[in-house]
């Protein structure tokens, strides 16, 4: 991890804010699952090698980095909201909603949340939004990992309960195959029937 993942960090430090956390979101674009979201607080400068955005890195590189996050982190909290949750409120209330849960979990309060991407709402304490935070913030790349690691492992094991759809491969992101898959079988419990419209129209 470069030293510049903690200029963001750095910024916020300077303008009085001592307890940061970084909040990001996993599986907002799939076709089935929950979405999670995972927000954690580094001790402040913390190295940990190999730390960027989670899209960036192997999944064997995910899952060494997972423990060490975990283990090194002040905080960490990891939330979801389900595909009944999406389809009712969509999938940006949703994202919301995760995010809201897996702050509750810090045992730590955060002075700041740094979210990544370029929406936002009330968490109850202040946020900015950081675009591509999750390779540019060392706290918001770390969540990045948790989340994307919990929601793979969700995925895995739900492919064991719906082998037919090959979660463990695509982690119900619409692929061909998934496409081909829900073609023959049509969607299971666990697919969002609001991303589905296009392919089942309105009912």
């Not at 899209?55 to 590189?61: A, E, I, T, V």
């Not at 979990?105 to 929406?119: S, T």
């Not at 540019?136 to 929601?151: D, G, H, M």
């Not at 719906?162 to 619409?174: R, S």
């Amino acid at each position: 991890m470069e030293e510049s993942m903690w200029e963001i960090e750095d910024e916020n430090y300077s303008e009085g804010f001592e307890i940061i956390c970084g909040v990001d979101e996993a599986g907002r674009g799939p076709l089935a699952g929950p979405v999670y979201a995972a927000a954690v607080i580094l001790p402040k400068h913390l190295q940990i090698p190999g730390l960027n955005d989670s899209k960036k890195l192997s999944d064997k590189r995910r899952r060494e980095l997972y423990p060490v996050i975990c283990d090194q982190a002040l905080a960490y909290g990891i939330g979801f909201a389900t595909e009944q949750e999406i389809d009712e409120i969509n999938i940006l209330q949703a994202t919301f909603l995760a995010m809201e849960r897996a702050m509750a979990q810090l045992k730590i309060r955060p002075d700041l949340a740094l979210i990544d991407g370029n929406r936002q709402k009330d968490f109850g304490l202040p946020v900015k939004t950081i675009v591509k935070g999750d390779s540019r913030s060392a706290n918001i790349a770390a969540a990045s990992v948790l989340a994307k690691v919990s929601r793979d492992d969700w995925m895995i094991a739900m492919a064991e309960k719906y082998p037919e759809y090959g979660f463990e491969v695509h982690k119900g992101y619409g692929t061909r195959a998934h496409y081909q898959a829900l073609e023959a079988y049509g969607p299971s419990p666990i697919h969002r029937m609001s991303f589905l419209k296009k392919f089942y129209g309105e009912k």
